[in-house]
């Protein structure tokens, strides 16, 4: 019950990982009891028969596993570095994307995550806070967009790209925690992509999606697409 409290109060939408801790501390917990219970030895053998065959039964769904990728986040970082120029914009989104990227990326062109974060290196969570309080948070991003489009250089997208329909405003969230969500991200990160979609949209000249071929599955945790954005042009209403 302590551990689901920390949860609830943490928060964070729930992942696989969070439950590691409990599960370690519940295996401790039964050991001396199964150890009890396994006293005949028709019982202890019984025991590692158990645990042979559930094994056994997991390799048909964990075995595709082990091919898979935690993140593709290096082959993008490849490409791009081996075809953005100098002058051209990189955006990482959503910002969580950041951290691999920043392992991987090498380029002559510049980067910054979607909203712009100073550090890296970890999910700096403190700086994030401070720009879901902010009341125009991906202003300055936008803005880096605009000058690299006018000035003719190309504006790549590595992560999710997110367009919403023709005509159709994005959301604009007010400062956390004003919202009932209060501190989540999530709702942030989804009105910050579309918005970020919505400008290019209605200022690119050109948007294309860049083919990054990979021979073996990815996590969809971390699946990172590539697009790029050329040319400038205010469209009619457009901000």
Not at 207 to 235: F, K, M, N, Y
């Amino acid at each position: 019950m302590a551990f689901g409290g920390f949860l609830f109060l943490l928060g964070y939408a729930p992942r696989p990982w969070y439950y590691l801790p409990l599960l370690a501390l519940v295996a401790a917990a039964l050991e001396p009891l199964l150890a009890e219970l396994c006293r005949a030895e028709w019982a202890a053998l019984s025991r590692v028969v158990l645990a042979v065959v559930l094994a056994a039964a997991l390799v048909g769904f964990e075995l595709p596993r082990l091919r898979e990728r935690m993140t593709n986040a290096d082959l993008v970082a490849g490409r791009l570095a081996a075809t953005a120029a100098g002058g051209d914009l990189v955006l990482v989104s959503p910002w969580y994307f950041g951290v691999s990227f920043d392992r991987y990326y090498r380029g002559p062109a510049g980067w910054t995550t979607v909203p712009e974060l100073a550090d890296h290196r970890i999910h700096r969570y403190d700086q994030l806070k401070a720009r879901l309080a902010s009341p125009q948070p991906i202003a300055d991003v936008l803005e880096r967009v605009r000058r690299a489009l006018s000035g003719g250089h190309r504006v790549w997208l590595a992560g999710r790209l997110r367009l919403p329909p023709a005509g159709e405003p994005p959301p604009h969230l007010p400062p956390a925690p004003a919202t009932r969500t209060g501190w989540q991200d999530t709702p942030y990160v989804d009105s910050w992509s579309l918005q970020l979609g919505a400008f290019l949209r209605d200022h690119a000249a050109a948007l294309e999606t860049i083919p990054v071929p990979c021979t073996d599955p990815v996590s969809d945790r971390e699946d990172l697409s590539l697009a790029v954005a050329r040319g400038w042009h205010q469209a009619p209403g457009a901000r």
